[in-house]
């Protein structure tokens, strides 16, 4: 006999009879295992990094192949010329910004602390050849004071620069630093190269990058004037919190003192002074 359709009865399965103290595991649903080869992919809201450039890529091998080798058996000073890498200028330069946030003013002016001021009067006996212990620059024959193209026979290696706080302790201790210092010269170089690097690459620097460890006084007198000093534009910043002196080959002249050689800095007037057109020319 036909049953009509929404009639049915329920039948239940039989069930095995579980002794006491009997566990029984029933296995998890088996999924598709994950290959290893095959990892998930993963969500990104930015755009992946562009390919570095064969340049960079080149530059990141010799600069690490530089560093793992022994200081002391280098042949060269490339490591003292950091902007020659583009690896190194990846790391230190940014795009610049807009906006300046509170933590960035901050840091900036907890740097600026630690930067020592020097006097003109200061840096100009550090103009001249080196005496007794005092050692000469670390960069040797490629001194910038061998560098003048009108001193000529007469050119020789400065003495190296220390911060006043070194002198001090040189003059305390008599000790030098153990590692070697550019002269001032040498100095006032590698600090416009990396400045003027980053002026043509149109970049700024990262907020924890300072180009400078010292600072020069402008607009007073027996100081500098700004014009001839170097500085970060007020909308980007570049590395120089404070005004450097900008190095110029043709901006010193040979003379003695003594009988110790010294360089004047005959081009960088004083703030107030007027430098006549007809002011003689070293050399001349």
């Not at 005004?243 to 003379?255: C, F, G, I, S």
Request: glycine share 6%; charged share 25%.
């Amino acid at each position: 006999m036909s049953e009509h359709w929404n009639q049915f009865q329920l039948t239940q399965r039989p069930t095995k009879k579980r002794r006491a103290g009997e566990v029984v595991f029933s296995s998890l649903p088996q999924s598709e295992s994950m290959q290893e080869d095959m990892p998930p992919d993963i969500l990104q809201t930015e755009s992946p990094a562009p390919a570095p450039s064969k340049t960079r890529m080149v530059a990141e091998t010799t600069f690490f192949n530089q560093r793992n080798q022994d200081f002391w058996h280098r042949t060269d000073l490339c490591h003292l010329r950091p902007y020659d890498f583009p690896y190194v200028r990846a790391l230190l330069q940014q795009p610049p910004c807009d906006t300046l946030s509170p933590e960035e003013i901050k840091h900036k002016e907890h740097v600026r602390v630690s930067i020592q001021v020097v006097r003109r009067a200061y840096e100009e006996g550090y103009l001249r050849e080196p005496l007794g212990k005092e050692r000469p620059c670390i960069m040797g024959d490629q001194c910038q004071g061998l560098q003048l193209p009108h001193v000529n026979d007469n050119a020789f290696i400065l003495r190296e620069f220390l911060l006043p706080t070194e002198e001090d302790d040189f003059k305390r201790t008599g000790k030098l630093p153990q590692a070697g210092r550019l002269c001032l010269m040498c100095k006032r170089s590698e600090i416009a190269r990396a400045f003027i690097n980053i002026r043509a690459d149109g970049m700024g620097v990262k907020n924890n990058v300072v180009l400078q460890d010292y600072r020069n006084i402008v607009g007073e007198e027996g100081e500098y004037c700004l014009e001839d000093c170097i500085l970060s534009s007020h909308t980007i910043f570049q590395g120089l919190l404070d005004p450097v002196v900008l190095h110029l080959r043709n901006a010193y002249r040979l003379k003695l003192v003594d009988g110790v050689r010294y360089y004047e800095q005959w081009r960088m007037k004083y703030p107030g002074q007027d430098m006549h057109f007809l002011t003689k020319a070293p050399g001349s």
